[in-house]
Structure formats: C-alpha cells, structure tokens
C-alpha cells in the first residue's frame, strides 16, 4: 500500500484551520483510498513546470487546456482573510478541480465515503484532482503563503457550490461511482 506522506484523517477540533489537525491515534491515507474517492496525486518538477513533458503529458491527456497562477499570501492577495474564509467554507463543483502547488504549502481537505475528513497536505511538486461533485476545502498552512497553477478544461469556471449541494445532478452521480469502490 503507497502512502502520500502528508494525507491523514483529520481530528475535529475547531482550532486554526491551518494547523495539522491529525486525528489521535494517526490514521494516515494511501493513494489507493485516495483513488477511490476519484482524488488523483502526481509528483512533478515545480522548477521547471514551464518545460516539465510530464506536466505537458497530463494536460494532453486530460484536456487542460486553461492555465492560470495565483499567489495566496496577505500581500498579494486582495481581500486575502475573506477569500481565505470562502476556500474553507465546505463546497463542490460541477467541474474537477486540479492544483499544482509551484511553491509553499496548503492544504486540501475531502471527504470520505463516510462523511469523515481527510487532509492532504501539499507542497511544492504536488498536482492534485479533486472530481466534480466531492465536497472538500482549502486553506494555507501556518506559513500562510501558496503558489499554485490553476488548471481547467476549457474556460475556467469559478463557481463554488457550498454544502448542502446533493440535489445537484454532479454530486449525485459523484456519489454513484463511491458505490462500486
């Protein structure tokens, strides 16, 4: 069984969001759990992203064909405490969402098949997606600062839906490939 280093349930405390939060004893998270859960991770050379054919590879592949990159710190990020506090509010998409972390470190969070949360940590060098219709959230580290390529199939669409969203067509059929992992 491969293990993400940094992928674990998450206990429920209500302190800083950008702490590690690791459930007592530590349940770490393989890839394979991941993968079951429609959560795909790679390992790429952040250095080089402009010329890395691996990256090239996966976006050819899985249609990317929309790329953008922000930076999420306090000086850069206008309204930085409110879009911080948006990112963590629990939501889905109607599209996958794919993150490659440039440098620094954060943190997404998905749920698993029984509502429980599991906290991927990413740093520079990881890519990540997260399928349509699972509920999940964002946030930095306690080094408060990310830099991240923001990837897309075709226009990017910016549009969260906060939980409760399981009437959506997307969560439901989300939900139904759960069902034969």
């Given at each position: 069984?491969?293990?993400?280093?940094?992928?674990?349930?998450?206990?429920?405390?209500?302190?800083?969001?950008?702490?590690?939060?690791?459930?007592?004893?530590?349940?770490?998270?393989?890839?394979?759990?991941?993968?079951?859960?429609?959560?795909?991770?790679?390992?790429?050379?952040?250095?080089?992203?402009?010329?890395?054919?691996?990256?090239?590879?996966?976006?050819?592949?899985?249609?990317?064909?929309?790329?953008?990159?922000?930076?999420?710190?306090?000086?850069t990020?206008p309204?930085?405490?409110?879009?911080?506090?948006?990112?963590?509010?629990?939501?889905?998409?109607?599209?996958?969402?794919?993150?490659?972390?440039?440098?620094?470190?954060?943190?997404?969070?998905?749920?698993?098949?029984?509502?429980?949360?599991?906290?991927?940590?990413?740093?520079?060098?990881?890519?990540?997606?997260l399928?349509?219709?699972?509920?999940?959230?964002?946030?930095?580290?306690?080094?408060?600062?990310?830099?991240?390529?923001?990837?897309?199939?075709?226009?990017?669409?910016?549009?969260a839906y906060?939980?409760?969203?399981?009437?959506?067509?997307i969560?439901?059929?989300?939900?139904?490939?759960?069902?034969?992992?």
């Open positions: 069984m491969t293990f993400i280093p940094s992928a674990w349930y998450m206990d429920s405390s209500d302190e800083d969001q950008r702490k590690p939060h690791r459930l007592r004893p530590h349940q770490p998270v393989s890839l394979d759990e991941l993968k079951k859960l429609g959560v795909f991770h790679w390992r790429l050379d952040a250095d080089h992203f402009d010329s890395d054919p691996e990256l090239r590879k996966i976006r050819e592949e899985r249609g990317y064909s929309y790329m953008d990159i922000i930076t999420i710190q306090k000086d990020l309204n930085y405490e409110e879009k911080l506090k948006m990112f963590y509010e629990e939501h889905l998409h109607l599209d996958d969402e794919i993150r490659y972390i440039l440098d620094g470190q954060a943190y997404f969070d998905v749920r698993d098949k029984e509502d429980r949360w599991i906290r991927i940590s990413m740093s520079k060098g990881d890519l990540i997606t399928p349509a219709g699972i509920y999940h959230r964002f946030t930095l580290d306690e080094t408060n600062y990310t830099k991240a390529m923001r990837l897309f199939v075709g226009e990017p669409v910016w549009k906060n939980r409760p969203a399981d009437d959506f067509e969560r439901q059929k989300y939900v139904s490939s759960l069902q034969g992992s």
